[in-house]
């Protein structure tokens, strides 16, 4: 469902991928072949959403209040990021929640089920995972990153090749 809120109506690049079960309300911008999954919630009432190109957000996830998703970036199945910023080809886990005022450093990692507490600083290239969520250790280049361009890859498919059937 796609829709607007109070006049402001969501920016859809025509290269993104957003499920017919996703949720996009508001003030909500989806960049050049993103990826907007299944049960996904994009609520764009109280400040921004902004997902950048190939950024992907995966099946049942939340975003909420000023968010931004850099390029390539990936939130994991039911994740929540409320009021925070996850940078180019970050990872955020199955199940992490991240809270008001976080940013997630390019290509870290918030592992799975982890709380990322209030204006946290996940450093670049690090692992974080924990409730609350600390630092675990450095990251060098883990194939994680990579995961923005298999979802690019396979959105395009489902653009391609699939269809409703009910």
């Given at each position: 469902?796609?829709?607007?809120?109070?006049?402001?109506?969501?920016?859809?690049?025509?290269?993104?991928?957003?499920?017919?079960?996703?949720?996009?309300?508001?003030?909500?911008?989806?960049?050049?072949?993103?990826?907007?999954?299944?049960?996904?919630?994009?609520?764009?009432?109280?400040?921004?959403?902004?997902?950048?190109?190939?950024?992907?957000?995966?099946?049942?996830?939340?975003?909420?209040?000023?968010?931004?998703?850099?390029?390539?970036?990936?939130?994991?199945?039911?994740?929540?990021?409320?009021?925070?910023?996850?940078?180019?080809?970050?990872?955020?886990?199955?199940?992490?929640?991240?809270?008001?005022?976080?940013?997630?450093?390019?290509?870290?990692?918030?592992?799975a089920n982890s709380l990322v507490t209030e204006g946290t600083?996940?450093?670049?290239?690090?692992?974080?995972?924990?409730?609350?969520?600390?630092?675990?250790?450095?990251?060098?280049?883990?194939?994680?990153?990579?995961?923005?361009?298999?979802?690019?890859?396979?959105?395009?498919?489902?653009?391609?090749?699939?269809?409703?059937?009910?």
């Amino acid at each position: 469902m796609i829709r607007s809120f109070e006049g402001t109506e969501p920016d859809i690049h025509e290269s993104a991928y957003v499920d017919p079960a996703a949720v996009v309300i508001g003030d909500v911008t989806i960049g050049p072949k993103a990826s907007i999954w299944p049960n996904v919630t994009l609520r764009g009432d109280h400040g921004s959403i902004e997902i950048a190109e190939g950024a992907n957000i995966q099946d049942n996830a939340v975003l909420h209040e000023g968010v931004e998703i850099a390029p390539y970036a990936t939130v994991g199945h039911t994740a929540i990021v409320h009021a925070s910023v996850v940078e180019e080809r970050a990872l955020v886990g199955m199940g992490a929640t991240v809270l008001d005022d976080s940013v997630v450093g390019e290509r870290a990692i918030v592992g799975a089920n982890s709380l990322v507490t209030e204006g946290t600083d996940v450093e670049p290239q690090t692992l974080y995972a924990g409730t609350p969520a600390k630092k675990l250790k450095d990251i060098e280049d883990p194939h994680w990153n990579q995961a923005g361009d298999r979802y690019v890859e396979l959105s395009r498919r489902y653009l391609e090749g699939s269809k409703r059937l009910d």
